[in-house]
């Protein structure tokens, strides 16, 4: 049996178990680690296509295993981050404790070890499963779109899930709840944790997703300066956002990324 081949499969099933793990710890209350774990599947679905074209073992399966394993990953697990955050939004505006998976948090003014009854009937929190509807258009229309071999069309949902999943490092929520300080006396994040914010979020990253707009593909055939230049530019400004501005420099990336496929495309069509 020829392990070679098994070698990006394996990988990629590494991706969807960090999903899966994701799923849980995000149904737990636990934002933090459910986005820890979409940055570690980030890593392992970058290197499961590099090793496959590394190994010369590229197959279909390995193509649609990759898309099931991001569907989970890069698509359910930001929509359900969005959900308990719009759920922690209703609760600090109701001054009502938040239920986040299992667990029930009290209301921000009340005392940690305050045990209330409550349950949300609010429905503006399943607005937020609009992610993963468009996220599995995103990936239909990749793996059919011969245009996207060599560049996306539209926001990659990996791109997606990592702005979305930043949001609670952003802010400061842990185990459900927004830490002390500074995060409750900055009327900054208090504004975007509202409810109709994080909807008008969900709205519009989902809506990019299926945009059609031109995007440069982070997929090295090889490692010259020549044929990678704006990828190599990208990975340094992504290290440097990354190192001044912290959890920040996630959403900062992404709009990085987009100018940078931007001006790719206009020197692209200048050459042509």
């Not at 599947?41 to 099931?68: H, Q």
Request: glycine share 6%; hydrophobic share 55%; net charge neutral.
């Amino acid at each position: 049996m020829n392990i070679k081949k098994h070698i990006p499969n394996a990988i990629t099933c590494g991706n969807l178990l960090c999903g899966c793990l994701a799923i849980v710890k995000a149904f737990e209350g636990d934002l933090v680690w459910a986005a820890y774990l979409v940055g570690i599947a980030l890593v392992l679905d970058f290197f499961d296509g590099f090793t496959a074209r590394l190994l010369k073992v590229a197959s279909p399966i390995g193509k649609d295993l990759d898309s099931l394993a991001d569907m989970v990953t890069f698509g359910v697990v930001p929509g359900i981050v969005m959900f308990q955050m719009i759920m922690l939004g209703e609760s600090m505006i109701d001054n009502s404790p938040a239920v986040t998976g299992w667990t029930i948090y009290p209301p921000l003014s009340a005392p940690p070890d305050v045990s209330v009854d409550y349950v949300s009937h609010s429905y503006v929190k399943y607005f937020a499963l609009i992610i993963p509807i468009f996220s599995a258009i995103r990936l239909a229309k990749f793996n059919n779109d011969t245009r996207q071999s060599d560049s996306f069309i539209g926001v990659p949902t990996p791109a997606n899930a990592m702005v979305i999943c930043s949001l609670p490092l952003i802010f400061g929520i842990h185990n459900g709840m927004l830490q002390s300080s500074p995060q409750l006396t900055n009327p900054l994040i208090m504004i975007f944790i509202h409810p109709f914010i994080l909807c008008i979020v969900s709205l519009v990253m989902s809506l990019l997703l299926v945009a059609p707009l031109p995007l440069l593909a982070l997929k090295f055939k090889n490692f010259g300066w020549a044929d990678n230049k704006m990828r190599f530019i990208m990975i340094g400004l992504s290290v440097v956002c990354l190192a001044v501005f912290q959890f920040v420099g996630i959403p900062l990336i992404i709009i990085l990324y987009i100018i940078l496929s931007v001006i790719n495309n206009i020197i692209t069509k200048q050459k042509v």
